[in-house]
């Protein structure tokens, strides 16, 4: 099964670009329809240029973990300029702030995590979810199948020349390899029914076994709740709503009774009028209402009337202390007038000369200014200053005793009051209490009926609780159910167009092994590649690959594996996801002989020029190039070893 080979389809990369701080770059070329090779001896970036073009690629790591710390100190960013299907695309990666983690696409800028989106969609490739693991039926989710994923097996680095791709699952190598012979997606389709309907069956289960608990638990917790409340037996939304239209109306009807009563209650007062004694009850004394209210403003008198002694007595009694500080005042200072007046004159208080006291002068006159000298009349006046304060103070003792007396009679007048007071309040209180006796024991079974009521109502929204939790159970599985009969209903896939599966996997072995005839008997076994179309498992002969193969057969196993992707679009159709390109870094792996490395290239060489693919590997060995199917790309510079 052929058809026109295009030469345009797939990826082809034109130019790599390593950018320094300066703007100066180192730039390498490549061609299509033919091997490029990259020479040089160890450490002269050979590697690097795969990885650059892998981290255009979109690559997620940090620069320096899928660069190198030395390609991260020596330049700012990378470019590489690839067609995709034949129309230019510039992807660069740069390590400034705020670009590492995106890839830059003709100045578009798109984050690494989109890129495989972006590139799956130029490409034309299936952009598919596939199952995380090889039973969709046991798989906890379902993830992409990214760009990176494919790219892993048509980028053969250093550690995956004995592997399909480095630490790559069983279920990706799966899918990936059915990408590449172009049945992913009614493989894919299909798994995800698969995945699909096992989720919600695993649903459908959780939803019975939530709703058998439901249905268990909620007849025993709404019988519990209705014992408990003493409530009628309740089996659905329609008998819990009549149950509470019952338990109001009950609540509403007793204390519509109490309202009765009560006003049955203030009829029974007495009446406050005096002399209205046709409205008072038989049996009842109405004048002890009057009597008390009389009492109330006499004792209220009497009470203010002891408070006003009170502030009287305390006023006065403050006015005699003032007295007696006043009269002790002028007592000390009539006495200090006689101390100090035997004192001698020392200065003159004028000019405040000297004064000699023992000079003489006349016994009754002034020893400073020689006038004569009477008796002191400071000491009469102060005489007569006390004399009054005293008889001020006289009075003063009057008036507290007085009103000392005139308090005593008031506190006793308050004292009878008071008690007569209380035994009247006493009275009052034994015939209110005598007359609402009756209707104590009614009120109290009343209150007692609405608690209980009330109490009742409060268990209403628990029990619709649990009528609803029964309900959303119910509605959770008849949605559960309705799923699993919806998914096991739908029509399979349409069949897939163009050859089958096992056509597709026989038509790549078969490729395969046109590559390696050259090698069998010699680096290669004796024994043909199949590949069963069920699993995908790659047969050499009638064992696995892995297990039928040493190392260095590996590799070469892996050289015809790449080979056999360059003619995809030649052997098969549009729906493979044809690369068109192959990144080998390395090949002389495993200790295969250098001959044979030769020959592989050469094949490779012939194939990239017969399909007008291309195939970029590194080598450190010289090699003579066909000048028509290869070209060697030196390598100047050389980097120090980390």
């Known amino acids: 099964m052929t058809h026109g080979t295009s030469l345009e389809r797939g990826l082809r990369i034109s130019k790599v670009r390593l950018i320094r701080d300066g703007g100066e770059f180192d730039e390498y070329e490549f061609a299509s329809g033919m091997l490029n090779i990259l020479h040089g001896v160890r450490n002269s970036s050979k590697s690097t240029t795969l990885r650059v073009i892998d981290y255009c690629l979109g690559d997620r790591d940090n620069v320096t973990k899928a660069l190198g710390a030395a390609v991260a100190d020596a330049y700012v960013a990378v470019t590489t300029e690839l067609r995709i299907d034949g129309q230019l695309y510039e992807l660069s990666r740069s390590w400034a702030y705020g670009s590492m983690g995106k890839v830059t696409v003709n100045n578009e800028a798109i984050a690494a995590t989109e890129f495989s989106d972006w590139i799956l969609d130029v490409l034309g490739w299936p952009n598919v979810h596939i199952p995380l693991g090889l039973n969709p039926a046991t798989a906890p989710g379902l993830t992409p199948l990214s760009f990176r994923n494919t790219l892993r097996h048509i980028h053969r680095t250093e550690e995956s020349w004995i592997g399909f791709a480095d630490k790559e699952h069983e279920y990706v190598r799966r899918a990936v390899t059915s990408q590449l012979l172009g049945f992913v997606r009614p493989r894919a389709a299909d798994a995800k029914g698969q995945f699909d309907l096992a989720q919600a069956k695993r649903s459908l289960n959780e939803a019975e076994a939530v709703d058998r608990e439901v249905q268990q638990s909620t007849g025993q917790a709404v019988s519990a709740i209705c014992d408990s409340m003493q409530l009628p037996p309740t089996r659905s939304m329609a008998q819990v709503a009549e149950a509470r239209r019952t ?90 007038v006689g101390i100090f007046g035997n004192l001698p004159v020392r200065l003159c208080p004028a000019c405040e000369q000297d004064i000699d006291p023992t000079r003489y002068h006349a016994p009754d006159s002034c020893y400073v200014c020689y006038q004569s000298v009477d008796d002191d009349q400071r000491q009469r006046r102060a005489q007569v200053e006390i004399r009054s304060l005293k008889s001020e103070l006289t009075d003063l003792d009057d008036v507290v005793t007085r009103t000392l007396a005139d308090l005593g009679a008031a506190r006793s007048l308050q004292e009878e009051f008071q008690g007569n007071h209380a ?184 194939a990239a020029r017969d399909t007008g693919t291309q195939v970029i590997s590194t080598q450190a060995h010289p090699l003579r190039a066909d000048a028509k199917a290869s070209r060697v790309i030196p390598m100047p510079r050389v980097y120090a070893a980390p």
């Open 247 to 336: 338990v109001t109306a009950s609540l509403e009807a007793v204390r519509r009774r109490r309202q009765e009563l009560t006003r049955q209650i203030q009829n029974t007062a007495p009446a406050h009028e005096e002399g209205s004694e046709t409205d008072t009850p038989a049996g009842y004394d109405g004048t002890l209402t009057t009597r008390y209210a009389g009492l109330t403003r006499d004792l209220k008198l009497a009470t203010d009337n002891v408070a006003a002694l009170e502030q009287l007595h305390e006023e006065h009694s403050r006015s005699a202390e003032s007295v007696r500080g006043e009269i002790g005042r002028m007592e000390r200072l009539s006495a200090s």
């Open 423 to 606: 035994e009247l309040a006493q009275q009052l209180n034994d015939e209110r209490a005598a007359q609402l006796a009756p209707f104590v024991a009614a009120l109290e079974e009343l209150a007692a009926q609405i608690a209980r009521l009330e109490h009742k109502l409060t268990a209403f929204p628990a029990i619709e609780a649990i009528y609803q939790r029964r309900d959303q159970a119910r509605e959770a599985l008849g949605a559960a159910q309705q799923v699993v009969s919806e998914l096991g209903s739908e029509p399979a896939p349409p069949p897939h167009t163009g050859a089958s599966p096992m056509v597709r996997c026989s038509t790549f072995a078969d490729r395969m092994n046109e590559f390696l005839e050259e090698f069998r008997g010699d680096a290669w076994l004796d024994r043909d590649v199949s590949i069963r179309h069920s699993d995908l498992t790659f047969y050499v002969g009638t064992r696995p690959w892995d297990q039928a193969l040493g190392a260095e057969a590996k590799v070469l196993f892996f050289l015809a594996y790449s080979y056999a992707t360059l003619f995809l679009d030649h052997d098969l159709d549009e729906e493979c996801a044809f690369p068109g390109l192959l990144l080998l870094d390395n090949p002389y792996q495993q200790g295969i002989d250098e001959n044979v490395v030769r020959r592989v290239l050469h094949k490779l060489a012939q």
